[in-house]
């Protein structure tokens, strides 16, 4: 981003960068205090664990960077399926999650929200109908 572009087009960055700064920081102290009730404590193991940022990555990827929905999506997803895998699989899950990210960076680089459902619809439904007419 261009901050004197910006500012011929009559927008303040400095305004624009505080806002967003501004906007962020309630972001994260709204989560921090979402965990906090969850958690009951804070300390920085819990914090600065890795699995935060991998969790993040992961819900992105999988839901779709590119869009609003998809992120909505990941985490909806990701949240069942990790809380599912963590009491069923305790010390599988993380390997799991860990090639649901490879397998989703390989095969769904936009993530769910963005795969061409129409298309796959398209090509499930013409093998069907291809199959239909071979038995006739």
Same mark, same amino acid.
């Given at each position: 981003m261009d901050e004197e572009r910006a500012a011929t087009m009559g927008v303040n960055p400095m305004r624009v960068k505080?806002?967003?700064?501004? /906007?962020?920081?309630?972001?994260? *102290?709204? %989560?921090?205090? @979402?965990?906090?009730?969850?958690?009951?404590?804070?300390?920085?193991?819990?914090?600065?664990?890795?699995?935060?940022?991998?969790?993040?990555? /992961?819900?992105?990827?999988?839901? *779709?960077? %590119?869009?609003? @929905?998809g992120p909505l999506i990941g985490a909806l997803g990701f949240s069942l399926l990790s809380e599912y895998l963590r009491l069923s699989l305790p010390y599988l899950y993380l390997i799991i999650l860990g090639v649901l990210l490879i397998v989703s960076v390989l095969y769904l680089p936009d993530g769910i929200a963005g795969y061409d459902w129409k298309r796959l619809w398209r090509r499930l439904t013409g093998r069907k109908k291809a199959a239909e007419q071979t038995h006739e």
């Open positions: 505080l806002l967003g700064f501004c /906007l962020s920081a309630w972001f994260a *102290g709204a %989560l921090g205090a @979402a965990m906090a009730v969850r958690w009951t404590y804070i300390d920085p193991h819990t914090v600065f664990n890795p699995f935060i940022v991998f969790q993040t990555v /992961l819900i992105s990827m999988v839901g *779709g960077p %590119l869009t609003v @929905a």
